[in-house]
């Protein structure tokens, strides 16, 4: 589904310290604007904890969390970028790409998850990066990743409809396949294979992306990374006011069990953080405050819970 990251390099694709540079400056702008957002939206601040990662051998690197709980609006929400260069792949970034086992690497990204009060707004996940790999008496490679999926409790087709439509136009400039192919890409790997269901209604991933080269390759991302709030505040606006009760936020607990369950057991972001030495508590912030869990229940025919894993967790074209 893409170039393979140490295969030969396209036109384009020489990366410099500049270009990584660019790509930090972009991602912490994004970063604010998304969160400036947010807090405009929801009327309270996030917190600020910037790092720095002390030389440990393993990763060297900085970063800023911003994170809120409790609020209103987002019962949980991060919005991280990370900075961090290390001596070694784990092995979570090498099971598909043997030939750059051992190899130093640098990767920078933002990466969010919102998770809102209301069940009737989705929760939503987004994430925006650049991977440069150093393998031994080889060429430096890059590959950029990222996307978007929402993962709603109670279904809506316009809330849907709105949210594929705006990552169609965001990949539009750049051909028209690239939508379909990285739609199919989001259905296949927000997938919980040991449940046989998707995790909610996708949107678009990608990851290994160097064929566009790097100029061509960062317009694409930015481009991603900055249709976020457009596709995802107009269903937050629309949703936030409807009232909820008891039996609302207990399927909300039941379905965000299963968000953690991907999150924890196929989730290569969350493995690979893990495994790197990442920081644990930015890593995880993407699961959600309260979680539950019941053994093999299924909703009542005809119930709106019941509609969501018959109309909408499954793959479909929406738009």
């Known amino acids: 589904m893409s170039n393979a990251p140490n295969s030969p390099a396209p036109a384009g694709s020489v990366l410099t310290p500049a270009d990584v540079a660019a790509v930090r400056t972009w991602l912490l702008d994004l970063q604010q604007r998304i969160v400036g957002a947010m807090e405009a939206a929801g009327g309270e601040p996030f917190a600020r904890d910037a790092w720095v990662r002390p030389t440990d051998g393993r990763l060297t690197g900085d970063g800023l969390t911003r994170l809120i709980e409790g609020g209103t609006l987002l019962e949980r929400g991060g919005c991280n970028f990370s900075h961090v260069a290390g001596r070694a792949l784990p092995p979570s970034a090498t099971a598909a790409r043997p030939g750059l086992a051992g190899a130093a690497f640098e990767a920078l990204g933002v990466s969010l998850v919102f998770h809102p009060r209301n069940p009737y707004v989705p929760t939503v996940h987004m994430n925006v990066r650049l991977f440069c790999a ?186």
């Open 134 to 319: 150093f393998p031994a008496n080889a060429a430096p490679v890059f590959w950029f990743g990222g996307g978007m999926d929402l993962t709603p409790y109670y279904g809506f087709e316009e809330d849907a409809r709105h949210f594929h439509a705006s990552c169609r136009a965001a990949l539009a400039p750049f051909g028209d396949a690239l939508y379909p192919r990285f739609k199919a890409w989001c259905d296949e790997y927000f997938f919980l294979k040991h449940r046989g269901e998707p995790r909610g209604i996708g949107g678009i991933f990608f990851d290994d992306l160097s064929e566009l080269g790097f100029e061509q390759g960062f317009a694409m991302l930015r481009s991603v990374g900055d249709a976020f709030l457009e596709a995802w505040l107009p269903i937050v606006e629309r949703r936030r006011a409807l009232p909820f009760g008891e039996r609302e936020r207990d399927f909300q607990a039941y379905r965000r069990g299963r968000y953690v369950e991907f999150n924890l057991v196929w989730d290569r972001g969350t493995l690979f953080g893990l495994q790197s030495g990442g920081r644990t508590e930015a890593i995880l912030m993407s699961m959600p405050p309260l979680a539950a869990w019941r053994y093999d229940w299924t909703p009542q025919e005809g119930t709106p819970e019941a509609a969501l894993t018959r109309d909408f967790l499954r793959p479909r074209d929406w738009i």
